[in-house]
């Protein structure tokens, strides 16, 4: 994971002024040990994984919304997908975006407002909960912050990334996407943030959250 992380880092700090077709053309070669473990994680490019993760996010607001008694779990997973989701993004893709892109540390910083203003409706809900008053209200707030933050992403972001981006690198960085999901938290956390909390942080919280959310599936069956 770290090494993933220093080779991309390692490659982006090579081309430090590359942008859009210049950078296309840099195509990284990445070692053959990198090029197995990214197979390995399903040889995914970064763009299509949280894409799909984008579609999934939306299915699961409209799922949270849903009365009965599956509200609480669909609202526990639309959680722990958001938390990792972003945990992801703000550890591995904004940092890339501003190193590769001509315009990315404005792009990044913008995208980066906006997940914290997200991350705020997001703790605000978590702590009214799906039994709470105003839930759907609240949920229906960050829906909708989210859904915009999502669609700036894929068309100011995403689309750049894969015009500057080679595809070798794209797709070590959906790898590292999806190592760093593992142990990612699994609820928001205000000060979790930015490139440097998430990947000092993380580590840590994710299975202390973990533990947590065991510990409360245990209590409630
Ligand atoms: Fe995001
Ligand atoms: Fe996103």
């Given at each position: 994971m770290?090494?993933?992380t220093?080779l991309t880092a390692q490659?982006?700090?090579?081309?430090p002024?590359?942008?859009g077709?210049?950078?296309?053309?840099?195509?990284?070669?990445?070692?053959?040990?990198?090029?197995?473990v990214t197979?390995?994680?399903g040889?995914?490019?970064?763009?299509?994984?949280?894409?799909?993760?984008?579609r999934?996010i939306?299915l699961?607001?409209?799922?949270a919304?849903?009365p009965?008694?599956?509200r609480?779990?669909?609202?526990?997973?639309l959680?722990?997908l958001?938390?990792?989701?972003?945990?992801?993004?703000?550890a591995h893709?904004?940092?890339?975006?501003?190193?590769?892109?001509?315009?990315?540390?404005?792009?990044?910083a913008?995208r980066?407002t906006e997940e914290k203003?997200a991350?705020?409706l997001?703790?605000g809900?978590w702590?009214?909960?799906?039994?709470?008053?105003g839930y759907?209200?609240r949920?229906n707030?960050?829906?909708r912050?989210i859904t915009?933050?999502?669609?700036?992403e894929?068309?100011?972001e995403?689309?750049a990334?894969?015009?500057a981006?080679?595809?070798?690198?794209l797709?070590?960085?959906?790898?590292e996407v999806k190592?760093t999901?593992?142990?990612?938290p699994?609820?928001?956390h205000?000060?979790?943030?930015?490139?440097?909390?998430n990947?000092?942080?993380?580590?840590?919280?994710g299975?202390?959250?973990r533990?947590?959310?065991?510990?409360?599936?245990r209590a409630?069956?």
């Amino acid at each position: 994971m770290g090494t993933l992380t220093k080779l991309t880092a390692q490659g982006a700090a090579a081309r430090p002024l590359l942008a859009g077709k210049t950078a296309a053309r840099a195509a990284t070669t990445a070692p053959g040990w990198s090029l197995r473990v990214t197979r390995a994680l399903g040889g995914e490019d970064v763009v299509d994984v949280l894409t799909r993760q984008h579609r999934q996010i939306k299915l699961g607001f409209l799922r949270a919304a849903l009365p009965g008694p599956w509200r609480r779990r669909n609202f526990e997973r639309l959680m722990r997908l958001l938390a990792v989701h972003e945990a992801a993004e703000e550890a591995h893709v904004h940092p890339a975006a501003r190193r590769a892109l001509r315009h990315g540390r404005e792009l990044a910083a913008r995208r980066r407002t906006e997940e914290k203003e997200a991350k705020r409706l997001l703790i605000g809900l978590w702590h009214t909960g799906p039994g709470g008053a105003g839930y759907l209200r609240r949920l229906n707030e960050a829906r909708r912050a989210i859904t915009r933050h999502a669609a700036r992403e894929e068309r100011e972001e995403f689309r750049a990334l894969r015009r500057a981006v080679s595809a070798a690198r794209l797709r070590m960085l959906g790898a590292e996407v999806k190592l760093t999901q593992v142990y990612a938290p699994t609820r928001p956390h205000r000060w979790v943030n930015n490139e440097a909390t998430n990947k000092l942080a993380a580590p840590l919280l994710g299975p202390v959250d973990r533990a947590r959310d065991a510990m409360r599936h245990r209590a409630a069956s």
